[in-house]
DNA sequence: CGAACCCTTGATGGCGATCAAACGCCGTGG
DNA sequence: CCACGGCGTTTGATCGCCATCAAGGGTTCG
């Protein structure tokens, strides 16, 4: 099978996953505790691939042929409705996408794109399918992963419903800080306005949430936030205690 | 275990599973194809409660120790920011509920209410979870259910960021008729205003929605909905091949 | 019969989208 | 090296969708 035929191009970057490539993907967490024979035969059917950025990995409504599994770069999920498009969700390192279409056998919901050079590890769905149901903890790994993902929809889907822009905005930003370990001060990741559409709004008025936020301890510098009031902050986002 | 003490109250409409009752309940798609011996040490450590309608089940932020299965009646799935809340699932017989929470042994993120008097099978969650890894279909169909519960909510979040709130009801209504079987007429689950929680939307303007949807091939009587133009009324929603 | 409660309809206001223009940054090409 | 053009961001002005507030009609239930 190639994979270049799938993608209906030619890259010279794709190959079979090379011996001394293993031990960095093992260790990504969906692999890590798994059997390895079983992982080794994942791995010779599987095709580690190198991308640009800026390049459409697949489209809504395809076939699930591999499960994608991101291992250094950045991909932006999202979906269109004609005229309109939003991004869902970013990937970043060490987890897997479209894991809900590859194990169900169903077209994509969301379309793909690489936003900075990326590695991508592709296991083909039918295998996953097989050895999922062969080793426990590849089952339990696969499994709190598409829980997790779910969960994140969970909470997208309610801050959209019950918060307005700004909240949204300030919410993200401490979750932001919280996975960084509590940092003041850190870097936003990719164009503001990749920001904005995750986060539902138009780069104007994302632009002109920054700036609400001034009054509640956030300043801005290019792509720099800093967190100069962290109890303004909170009080202003209100986070919710289970989701944020 | 008692399932009283895990509610706080006392009803008297709580059992084991009774002999009887089993096939009804193994027709399940979750339970269907299982391995019998399995199936009944599941039911076994079950319970099946009968609910009155509007009881809150739990809340957000409690440890999720049942996997719920609706068995019949309707339930709600909904989420609050402390002054506003929303409707997120409406959960129909044969399915279950806050499987992800159950899976990952984490807390709520949805709070749970019944809409009419309800049948629920409780299942304790570390049987559940030691069980699929023993049944690989209980595993295939957990595995389903959930990947099937992150499509539905990447398609809300979709709806909610990419159309505006008549776009919303139009193809809610023509997802419904295409559930039916592609019915001209039928009827509404459930009070109008949980519809509109339910599209992120107030009461009001779903009247208003409604009055609109007039001129697109749609009539309203009561709860009971007739489409009179499909043509028209695809024209307007514009539904995406893919999601509706 | 009255009291809730839901649904509807109208009036008003606010949040956020759209349109428009200017600024800064960075690439290329003269 | 500088001029130019493209692109992302910012800021301002305006418009539209939708929430809110308010009132009236219908139904259900005590």
Redesign the interface.
Known sequence: MSISRYLGLTLNTEYDLRPEERPEIARLPIFSDMDETLRDSIFSASLLQAFPRQLVLFE??QRADFLHILVDGLVELF????D???S?VIVTPGHSFI???A??D??Y??AARTLSTSRILLVPAPLLRDT??QD?AL??A???E??????E??????D????QSTERLANHLLLQSRRLGGADCFQLRGEKRLLASLL?MTPENLSRAFGALAQHGIRVDGLTISITDRKAMEGFA?P????D
């Open positions: 809504v409504g979906t269109s409705n004609g309109r498009d939003t869902m894991l809900a279409a194990i169900t169903m077209p919901l969301m999922i149901e426990g089952n339990r696969t499994m709190h598409l829980a997790w993902d779910y969960r929809m969970v909470r997208a889907l309610t959209m419903k019950l918060r539902g209100r919710d205690p289970f989701f």
